[in-house]
Structures are given as C-alpha cells and as structure tokens.
C-alpha cells in the first residue's frame, strides 16, 4: 500500500510517495507552469516511475499548496501550514519555529512539542523576499537563479537595500549595479533584506525566539545564502533537509497515510 | 412629506439612533459597503483611509442608491467624518448632518449626546416637513427593540446551526432589517422566527466567536463556514451590533433614554468607559468563552485606527486565557475574503 503527497504550489509542483511504513520512496518537483493539472500529473507520473508502481496501488492522496482543490482523487485537501508543520516532525522532531519559504509567499508557524501548530503567520499579499523576488534579482544581475546561493561570500556587508517591493527592488539593484557595486554586496544585501522580513514575520508567532530551534522548508531554502543571513539574523543554525522544496508534499502523503489508517 | 412613497434617510454607522429616523417618518437606510461600484472614492478620500468609508462613498458616486431625503452622519471616527465631507462634495444639494458621538457612556456624555439627538431631530422635522413628538419617538424606540429581540432570536438559532441557510442567511436579515421598511422586514422576521428548525449538520465546524467592523456580504459568512469554521458568536457592526435593544422604557426623557441605550450597547473599539479603557478585550474574552469557541477571528477593516488601537490588548487577553487568535483584514471585497481562504482552513486545522 502506498501514500501520495501533492504540493502544488505557485512555481513547482511537488509529490512525494510513501510506503506502507511511512518511508520515503521518491519524490520529484516539476514546475507549474500555466497548465496546473498538467504539472499534477507529471509530478506524479515521476513519483511512481521512480517507485515502479502504479497509479491504482496508491491508497490515499493528500493534496496541499494553493492548487490544494485541483487535484482530483484526493482523500482531503489540507492546507500548506499544516502539510509543511507535519513534514518537518517527521524530519526535525525538535523544531519549534519553521519558516516556509516558496514561490509567491512565506509563511513563519510556531510549533508545540508533538509538531502541533499552535500559531502561524503568513505574508501572501506580495512576492517580497519571496522565490518569485530571487528570480527577478538573478534577472537583473544577469545570473541563474541557482548562482545566487554562493554569490554572497566574501561581502563585507555594508550595502543594503532600502525596498523590498519586487519591482523597487529590481530598480534598486540595476542602480546599484550602475554605479559599481560588487555583485557579492548586492547579493548579500538582498539576502539580509531576506532575513530582516522573516525576522518580523517570525515574531508575530514567537515574540521571544532566542533558544528556540528553527526549521525551513520551501525552494528558498535551497539558497544557503538566504539561509546564512536568517542564521545570522536569529543567531542560531537554521535546520534545512536536503530536500526542502517537498517538505509540504511529505507532510500532505504522512497525513493520507494517517487518515486511511484511521478510515480503515 | 408627500404619501405612498418611501421616503428614506441614510446612515452609515451602528451608532445611529434609527429609531428618531423612523419616528420622523422616514425609512433608516444604512448605506452598506457592498456592490460592485468602481473604485472611485480615491478622488476625494486619501488612499490608507478605512475602506468602509470608501466603499460607502464609491455607491453615492455611481448612483447605486435608493432616494434619500438626507444622510445621517455620526461622529465616530476619522474616516467617517472626512466621510460626511466628501458626500457634500458628491451630493451637494442633499441634506447632510453629522452628528457627535461622545467616546464613553459617562453621565456627562448622555447628557451632551441627548443634546445631538434634539439636534438631529430638528433637522429631521426640517426634512420631512412634520413635527413629531416624544411619544412617536417610544413608539419607534419599542418597534425597534421588537426588530431587535427576533433578530437575536434568529441569531441563537444561526449560532446553535438550526437556521435554515445558517449565518449567511443570517446576515441578509440583518441587512434587509437595516435598509427595507420596519413593517416588511417585521413580517419577514416573524416569519423566520415562526419557521421549524433544522438539525445542528453545521456544527461539523470547528465553533469561533467573530469579532471585527463590517461584515455585510452573506457570501462571505459561507465561505467562512466552507473553510470548516462555524461561527458561534459574533459581534461586527453590521450584525447584531446595528440592532440593539433600547431599555430605560420609564425615563422622563426620551432623548436621554435613546442616548444612554445607544452608547451603553455593545461595545465598538471607539467607544470605552474612561476607568476602563482596555475593557473591550474582557468583552471580546468573555463572549467567546461564552459561545464555548476554541478559537477567535478578528475581522477588521485595513487602516481602521480604533482597532489597530486595542487589537493589541485583545490578543493578548485571548493568548493569556489559552485562546487562539487569527486576525483577518479586509477591505470591503468578498475578494479578499477569498484570498484568506488558506489561513481561515489552516486556522480551522490547527484547531481540531
């Protein structure tokens, strides 16, 4: 018997496929794009290519992301804050804060000590610090979304960013960029403009996060620069799993395979 | 006042003593920030201005009203009062009053808040042309409280899930009992009050006590059940709030009797007793453990300054007493109530 997450989100859509013991047997992100079922499908055609089973093996579905209600023969639909919480127990156990970073939002929840929400905070109205933010920076600095990660080492830190708007913020870094400034700054400058909406994202849910374990997830996660200025901000390590962009596709399949337990 | 037509006052606040527009002669009609008229009120109205106001205006711009023979302003907030300025501007030749309305029910201020009401009822006489007397304003006051006692009734009955058509139906009585003729709403009402009730099937949601300003799409109550939330209580302005039962029935003057009922009604976060100032928090605290909620929604409007002023107090009354809170913005959109679908399902989530 077997479990399928779907996480279809604003820039990839993610599935992750569980055995009957809740182990991981693949899981794969493809993008979105315009044509969302298309994506659902594909993500999950990988999922059981890779695993060499077959659609009607699967138990349970569980969908999540903003596309939660598109997908079809799903068992329930939950949201991405619980779906992502859920993920992040069965990978940190000990995580008390998690950031989700994704495409079009970010999200700060706190969590109790059985990975239970027990607030959550979200920033949805605008693309600020968002993946959608990181694309157009690597835009305007002429370089691929993936260069990003590393192109900050060796700043000195002493240039930042006065807006946060996408579009402020593209103008802000192609001044910059006229006027000399080293890429690795202006990097490096994003990246703490990054840290410094999370911080007061994540205070609204924890006033007081000194000593408390942090976790992250969502495809930002995947930037160890943004993750080193949020280090820095909090002053503690910030826990990535390796695979942060299927976080909330883990959580969606490990709640299929806890509801088809409890219907059965 | 000519006959057979229905002659309408309008207002826009839970403050306004409908029961002096009614015992003039007029229909109270309050000005709800529904439709879907342009945004347009930009023109005369700063742009981080409370969206109820906006909205309010956007109707008297696009002409999406009714006839009015005057508008009845209170004064409540800011935005209500740059508000009353920019109707002139729109509708210069209507009559226009803005009437104070004092902060705290302290004596000092029924006393001052009586003296508005004299006001406003010589302007009203002035716009339909007859006098009226103390009695007709009794009359008016026990009709209304009447409206008053079935619509709570309704209520219980939305709360407990045995209204048919639940909240949202709910609310298209309270705003057809804040725009139609007393007489037709009373008939409809009774009639709802008369009618069976249904088994509790929406207590499937997780039980919320709502809290906020102005709520008045019965859409958006649906959606809220939708989300697995059920709305065991409430207080908005555009609900319960806006129909509250007048007492004081032996007081000398009527005035008084109208002025002390309105500001000692339910509380809006503009309004508090002096001593008291953070009370509304033990309120908002008190009805939600009443209605046994496991979780409370703050909805108000972007850039409402009274609000922003106590939600910190309520949060934290709620986070003391254990209970969750999700605070929601609007803007006098079902649209955004749309776009709050994830955090409403995941806070129905987070409460099972």
Redesign the interface.
Known sequence: MYYLGVDLGSLSCDAVLLDHDGGVLASSVVLTGARNREAIAKATDAVLRLAGITEDQIRATVSTG?GRDRVEKRLAA?????CHARGIKSLFGGAQILIDIGGQDSKAVRLDPNG?????A?N??CAAGTGRFLEAMARALQVDIEELADLDLGASGNVTLSSMCTVFAESEVVSLIADGVEVREIVSGLNRAIASRIVALVRRVAPMSNGLSIAMSGGVAHNSGVVRALSQAFETAISVPPKPDTVGALGAALIAREKYARQS | MPQGKIHRVGHACSYTPTALIHAAGFTPYRVLPVGDSPDRAGQLLHDNLCPHAKRILDRAMDEDLPDLDGMVFMNCCDAMRRLSDAWRTVRPKQGVVLVDLPVSPTDTSVSFFAGELTRLAQTLQEWSGQSFTSADISSSIDAMNEMAELLKEISKRARKGTLVGGSSRLQGLFNRGATEPLGQTMELLRSAVGAAERRPTAQNGVPVYLFGNVLPEPEAFAHFESCGVHIAGDSVCTGLRAFNRIGGGNSEDVFWRLARGLLDGPRCPRTFHPSQPGKIAEEVLAEAQACQAKGVIGYTMKFCDPYMSRLPGIRDALREAGL?LLLLDGDCTLRSIG?QR??I??FA??LR
């Open positions: 903003y939950v949201t991405e804050i619980t239970q929400v027990i607030d959550f979200m949805d109205k | 969750p776009q994830t955090r399902e995941a989530e987070m």
